[in-house]
């Protein structure tokens, strides 16, 4: 009974510190944001004369 009480505790920290892990390799990632491409001249056109 002890010994499935031992392996319970280390798989539980395993999962754990595994868990730990990925959490803060996920808040360590640099997000990027791509530019917004301006709009080309006859659409800019087209949404100043419907104004």
Do not use: C, Q
């Not at 009480?5 to 990925?22: D, N």
């Amino acid at each position: 009974m002890i010994t499935v009480l031992v392996i319970s505790i280390i798989v539980i920290l395993i999962v754990l510190a595994l868990s730990v892990l990925t959490i803060g390799k996920g808040y360590s990632y640099k997000h990027t944001v791509d530019p917004i491409d301006p709009l080309p001249e006859y659409e800019r056109k087209k949404e100043e004369s419907e104004k």
